[in-house]
């Protein structure tokens, strides 16, 4: 089985478009989260009467900066953000193109959504105008797995091309899977990432009547996404896109790799299914506890060794609650305050299915830089009034308000989605 390393990097996100300046804000403490009420149509959009306010938005993006007009008319906002971030990644990663073999470099880039703006305007415009007024670049505009596609005609990518869409879940499973086909010899080299960009009235109303979002801080946007905290009420409905390029240690050798250039190595993989409830985890976490211990155990290290823990916990009272309760369990026994926890969901919102990829970078950053970054909004650790156990809120290091220096050989980054699914992957610090 090949050692898989990570040597290239690329995203955007609420608080910035590429891997420098999301980084910088997110280790300053900033948040990238706002009002609705700041959007040029928040009166004639639909989203005054939706309770939720607060969105995380990609600032400043310009198409035209990473694509040629034609070229980005063609395509859905979260496929523009995954050719970018991917154009990102690739020039960082410092690939040559012809000296690669086409043939064994792959893609696997998911969304979990794809183009929410899309199925929206041609439906109207169906109901209104009949079949002339359908698009014929509807169907292909809107699946989930066109990001992939577009990545791989774009830069001749020949090896395995696969979407995974398993709601907030999605990022972390496209590197998961791209981990297991170099791993397993389907590919010497993968983009893989996750990309979203479903901030429309029409998904904020759905997730407010799921009762997912956050409603309490509308009138205070940064304080909105408070993962852990004792007031948190709900996630924050964000966008962007993470890319990373995995690739087998000796193809990364063969190619000249810098040892310095190589952020980190994947060392295990987890995932499971709750089999309980379509969008609720079981209390005790269950579900995220097997796939935080199969990932442990599949890269051959113990708990105590896990210096840095990348929560999922969206700042929803339960889903917070849940991870908690799994990670107590799994870190049972260790020295407990070894364990640093932050979930970064409180600058940057909710990606949904790129929550994962971008996360995953964070958590790269942190073992490449030593430095553990924030959770933002944590006054009061855990005591929900709804039932948070005071006692396993005591345990690690929340990391709250600020980052904190660090040295990180071992990290773990959890992802869970509506569905039941529940994901985990374990990078390392690389070591020749
Ligand atoms: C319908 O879909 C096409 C292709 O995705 C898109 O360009 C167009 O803006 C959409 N909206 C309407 C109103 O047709
Ligand atoms: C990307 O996909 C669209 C269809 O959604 C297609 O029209 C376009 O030519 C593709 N662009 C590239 C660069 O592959
Ligand atoms: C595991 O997956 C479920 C599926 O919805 C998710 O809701 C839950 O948050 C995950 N488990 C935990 C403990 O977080």
Redesign the pocket.
Known sequence: MSRVVVTGLGMITPLGVGVTPTWANLLAGKSGLVSTKTLPDYQSGGWKDIPCKVIGKVPQWNSEDHLDKAESRRL?LFAQYAMAATQEALTDAKVDMQQTDKTRFGVAVGSGIG?FH?IH??A??FTTGGYK?V?P??IP??LTNMAAGNISIKHGLQGPLHTVSTACATGLHAVGDAYNFIQNGYADIMVCGGTESSIHPLALAGFARARSVVTDFNDDPEGASRPFDARRNGFVLSEGCGIMILESLDHAKARGVDPNAIYAEIKGYGLSGDAHHITAPKEDGDGAFRSMEMAVKRSGLQPHQIDYVNAHATSTVIGDRAENNAIVRLFEGCDDKQLSVSSTKSSVGHLLGAAGAVESIFTIKAIHDSVVPPTLNLDIVGGHKGGDDPAKFAKFDYTPHESKSKNIDYALCNSFGFGGVNSTVCFGKYQA
């Open positions: 859905a183009s899309d305007d041609n109207t415009s007024k698009q670049l509807f505009k809107l």
